[in-house]
């Protein structure tokens, strides 16, 4: 499998996917292209706080794509790592992708790292065998959000 960051060029097929998985179980929101288009455009400028990553099962071949996010945790004293989307096309799933991806995240992140965050959404709860298995564990926390109010 090859991980690569995001170009330019990869705009339209990250368009198109992220759409899918916003129609999906995975998440409670809604679609926003323009917030999709806001994360890729963070990430090719360089921004510390986002990284968007495509995923190919064969060079130019998309299979699906991450978001990761990277932020400080106050309670695990540094930087935490979040997993903030991980999407693999339906033909491409249960091929073990997503094990080569949690094996490369790890190593790529390994010793930058205090922690690593990630969501599932109720729905999606299928998935959370696959994240206990590479060492996630649930929190028992409520998790609440203030969107900045956009124009």
């Not at 809604?30 to 060079?59: H, K, W």
């Not at 071949?61 to 096309?89: D, F, K, N, Q, R």
């Not at 490369?104 to 959370?128: M, T």
Request: charged share 25%.
């Amino acid at each position: 499998m090859i991980i690569r960051d995001m170009t330019g060029a990869d705009k339209k097929i990250f368009l198109k996917m992220s759409e899918n998985f916003y129609h999906s179980d995975a998440v409670l929101h809604d679609f926003s292209a323009r917030i999709t288009e806001q994360n890729l455009e963070g990430a090719l400028s360089g921004s510390p706080y986002v990284r968007c990553l495509m995923l190919e099962e064969t060079a130019g071949t998309p299979s699906g794509y991450a978001v990761i996010a990277h932020s400080w945790s106050s309670e695990a004293g540094g930087p935490m790592i979040i997993l903030e989307e991980l999407y693999l096309e339906p033909a491409a799933r249960g091929l073990g992708l997503a094990a080569k991806f949690f094996d490369w995240f790890f190593e790529e992140y390994k010793g930058r790292a205090a922690g690593y965050r990630l969501e599932v959404a109720p729905k999606n709860a299928d998935v959370l065998g696959l994240y206990e298995k590479y060492g996630y564990e649930k929190l028992a926390y409520i998790q609440m959000l203030r969107p900045a109010k956009r124009s």
